[in-house]
């Protein structure tokens, strides 16, 4: 099997607390952990000064973009919009 890239541990994170079947209230009060807001505070900051390895320019991708998930998640809990069945 080929060799994970190094951010898919967010990934996994995310996808277990998502297979946990968080109640609704749970899902609202999700946040990242220490070791991810950490990372996701670095690597903006290096790749303001050009310093990002593909890698982790691959990493900080998957960052925004499961955050542009979570929000839109919570966005329509907060809303009370009903997922179609």
Same mark, same amino acid.
């Given at each position: 099997m080929a060799n994970k890239p190094p951010g898919?541990?967010? *990934?996994?994170? *995310?996808?277990?607390?998502? %297979?946990s079947s968080p109640s609704r209230e749970e899902l609202l009060a999700y946040r990242p952990? $220490? $070791? %991810?807001? @950490? !990372?996701?505070? %670095?690597?903006?900051? !290096?790749?303001?000064h050009g310093s990002l390895s593909d890698e @982790? @320019?691959? @990493?900080?991708?998957?960052?925004e973009h499961i955050e542009i998930l979570l929000q839109a998640v919570k966005a329509r809990l907060r809303s009370g919009r009903s997922v179609p069945s």
């Open positions: 898919t541990w967010l *990934v996994d994170d *995310v996808a277990d607390f998502l %297979a952990s $220490r $070791r %991810a807001q @950490e !990372r996701f505070k %670095a690597l903006p900051d !290096r790749s303001k @982790e @320019e691959w @990493e900080l991708n998957q960052f």
